[in-house]
């Protein structure tokens, strides 16, 4: 009786199931700029009349599915662009395919345009920042716009210094974050020694930061995730951008195709006549230094539901540097990149992407001191295959699942007077799944849970990373969320802050445990006013088994491989609030962050009476408690903007000299022998950073070939003596301490044309 019954009911549930989806419609389609054709990565869309709406995802693609027949006003929203808004109707059954256009702010238009709450609301997850790429060019920077200087600038970032464009996020260094150029890992996102990243900002449509407590379908680092899209190109005309700046000049081109689209953006330094004339007057000066890189991307849509695409990076820099009379130094690094994405449309619930990636990271110095020649070659081969599945089965769950399968290569080969000194050639075989459920069981709530599956194949590695993410939205304007994770990673690097072209990177392996740790995040967001946005966020995250070179090791030649390591722990936790104005004449932001981030390895700070393994926690350098950023974005005039930021940042920690004494008549030797002392890792402080940058750009006709812009920018405009670090001459007693200082005062300029 109470199978029948069960049966009965299970027959009733169902048939009112399938008669609810025959009546039930939809509506799916991309998200694009209406100038360019660009899809649009995380615009909001929905409906007016019912709590009903999602975003577009990386692709530019979005679907409502399981919606009551009727007749509704759809909006739609992004930074930057006018609010779209279209009256539909849906019939019973019906599929709509409607793809939406999106018009810049900057056109003109008679209309005038009122922002809902719910508009203006971004579809932002804890842990997230959607960088703006017209800011990064508007901002001050030190000869180049740069994507890394410019995420410098958000809370819970910190830079190592104003030669570097590492990122250290939350308490991490910058091998834990992971970076992504159309979704294919980048190992080295430096020119310049470092300077600026290899990122040109008139290639990049999307710029977005996953800072902590990042979801299941990204993985492999302790830290955060750095994701950069490519433009796709213009599909309705063909256009481009040149640019002279006074350390490299720029040049871009786009256009459409049949059935397609294609973008290719070139970069080169402009330092060679510089050089040259130094040359004429000063020893010393490089007799080889340049830098380039190339973006290409070409777009075909094969089908209105499947869309192909491939994209490519190629960047290096050299240089050559002679020190002495019979000296020189030489340096040749770079990255390059390749990636094939299929896109297909299965149905209104059912999205795929498909992805096919090459990434390769290159570093050859050389040293050659009296004849006498040191080599090191250190290549990187990375390929993989990537498939995402999005599914809606329902209005109130989308599930993503995916799986990420590579080979890793790594070899590693010093050389000194032509005898190999150390060879390593190390293969790994990698993959990952991942699963994750989007779950709205109403309206103010939403629930994240996840999981991610790791194996690394050196050390036969498996690891499985719980992951969870939660929302409550009392009203339309407040959000609060909270979210865990952990994390592992297999890798490390081995780095130098001055010369990042010596980076070195090293895996785990059998005896070697890839690093693990876990993250907790907090967080509340507010639309206080209109226009006008407030996030604030509490973060914790421990790090286990951080394994790196040991520094105490005289020579590393005929030591196995996991004997070159000392292995540590550490944890970071801080507040950051972010308050930010969104649209008007003016805009712009302001950061602060409140972090501490703890290192212990063995041998550090370790009392004199105790073993020689002891370890205590220390912070490392870029351990800063308190960091403040504030920019500005003026419009003066239809032809001119002043743009500005400044930055305050508590001394960073340094290993204090305490005093020098001196050896006499040692043993088998004529020479006395000098020696200093230093008190505890890391436990002085530099003196308070701070810095203002200004910027004056304007708006202009190149004759009748395009627009131009004019930018002025002066980078410490009142020529604040940063200290860098500090050195000591030894041959003065008593010891001459002095400082060494960042950025003086810089004047820039650059001039841009797009036709």
């Known amino acids: 009786m109470h199978l029948k019954l069960f049966l009965l009911l299970s027959i009733l549930i169902s048939g009112t199931t399938i008669i609810q989806a025959q009546q039930s419609a939809s509506i799916n389609g991309y998200i694009t700029d209406s100038e360019t054709g660009e899809t649009l990565i995380s615009a909001n869309i929905g409906f007016q009349e019912i709590n009903k709406g999602t975003a577009s995802n990386t692709l530019g693609y979005f679907t409502l599915p399981n919606l009551k027949p009727g007749t509704y006003t759809l909006f739609c929203s992004y930074v930057g662009y006018r609010p779209f808004r279209q009256e539909i109707t849906l019939e019973p059954g019906q599929n709509l395919r409607l793809d939406v256009e999106l018009i810049p702010e900057n056109v003109e238009l008679d209309e005038i345009v009122v922002r809902s709450t719910r508009e203006e609301e971004e579809q932002k997850n804890i842990g997230t920042i959607q960088v703006d790429t017209e800011l990064i060019q508007e901002l001050p920077s030190v000869f180049e716009a740069d994507v890394f200087r410019s995420i410098q600038l958000l809370p819970g970032v910190k830079a190592a210094s104003d030669f570097s464009s590492g990122l250290y996020i939350r308490g991490g260094s910058p091998d834990q974050t992971l970076i992504l150029l159309d979704r294919t890992t980048v190992y080295n996102p430096s020119h310049f020694f470092g300077f600026f990243s290899t990122f040109n900002p008139d290639a990049i449509k999307d710029v977005r930061l996953y800072k902590g407590g990042y979801p299941a379908e990204f993985g492999g680092r302790l830290g955060s995730v750095l994701t950069i899209y490519n433009k796709d190109g213009n599909r309705n005309e063909m256009d481009g951008s040149a640019t002279i700046g006074m350390l490299a000049s720029r040049v871009s081109v786009e256009g459409p195709y049949k059935k397609g689209s294609w973008m290719v953006a070139a970069r080169r330094s402009t330092l060679e006549p510089l050089l040259a004339g130094l040359r004429q007057n000063i020893d010393n000066i490089p007799s080889k230094f340049y830098f380039y890189d190339v973006n290409g991307k070409v777009n075909y849509d094969a089908t209105p539901n499947d869309k192909l695409s491939l994209a490519f990076y190629a960047g290096q820099d050299q240089v050559v540097f002679p020190f002495a009379d019979d000296a020189e130094f030489g340096l040749n690094y770079g990255n390059q ?419």
Request: charge should be negative.
């Open 337 to 755: 990149t390749l990636s094939g994405n299929w896109t297909h449309i299965f149905s209104e619930k059912l999205f795929s992407n498909f992805v096919v990636t090459g990434s390769r990271y290159f570093n050859f110095p050389e040293f050659e001191f009296g004849g006498t020649t040191f080599t090191r070659a250190n290549n990187i081969y990375d390929f993989s295959i990537k498939s995402d599945l999005e599914y809606l089965p329902g209005n109130n769950h989308q599930i993503k699942t995916g799986v990420w399968a590579g080979i890793f290569t790594n070899k590693l080969q010093d050389t000194f007077d032509g005898n190999d000194t150390f060879s390593s050639r190390i293969q790994n075989q990698y993959a990952s799944a991942y699963v994750q459920d989007e779950w709205r069981p109403s309206d103010k709530w939403v629930f994240t849970p996840g999981v991610r599956f790791n194996y690394f194949s050196d050390g036969d590695y498996f690891k499985v990373e719980p992951r969870f993410s939660m929302e409550y939205r009392p009203t339309d304007r407040i959000r609060f969320q909270a979210a865990y994770g952990r994390y592992n990673q297999f890798l490390t690097l081995i780095s130098n802050e001055a010369f990042s072209g010596f980076d070195v990177w090293l895996t785990s392996a059998e005896g070697v445990s890839p690093a693990y740790g876990d993250q907790f995040v907090l967080g509340a967001k507010t639309v206080p006013f209109t226009n006008y946005g407030l996030d604030i966020e509490v973060y914790y995250r421990s790090m286990e088994d951080l394994f790196e070179l040991d520094p105490f090791l005289p020579d590393v030649a005929g030591l196995l491989y996991e004997d070159i390591f000392r292995v540590g722990d550490g944890s970071a936790y801080g507040l950051e609030v972010f308050f930010e104005k969104r649209a008007g004449d003016f805009t712009g932001f302001i950061g602060y962050t409140l972090g501490y981030t703890w290192r212990r390895f063995p041998g550090y700070n370790a009392e004199i009476t105790e073993d020689g393994q002891t370890a205590r926690f220390y912070p490392p350098k870029y351990d800063r408690r308190h960091d403040i950023n504030v920019v500005g974005n003026y419009q003066l005039s239809n032809r001119w903007k002043f743009t500005a930021s400044f930055n305050f940042a508590s001394g960073q920690a340094y290993t204090e000299v305490l005093g020098r004494y001196a050896q006499f008549d040692l043993p088998f030797t004529n020479e006395d022998r000098n020696t200093f002392t230093v008190g505890k890792v890391n436990a002085s402080r530099l003196p308070n950073y701070h810095r203002m940058d200004i910027s004056f750009s304007r708006a202009g006709r190149f004759f009748d070939l395009g627009d131009s812009e004019l930018q002025l920018q002066l980078i410490n405009i009142y020529s604040r003596r940063n200290v860098w670090f500090y050195s000591f001459d030894f041959d003065e007693n008593p010891v001459q301490v002095n400082e060494v200082n960042l950025l003086p005062i810089l004047p820039s300029v650059s001039y841009t044309v797009k036709f």
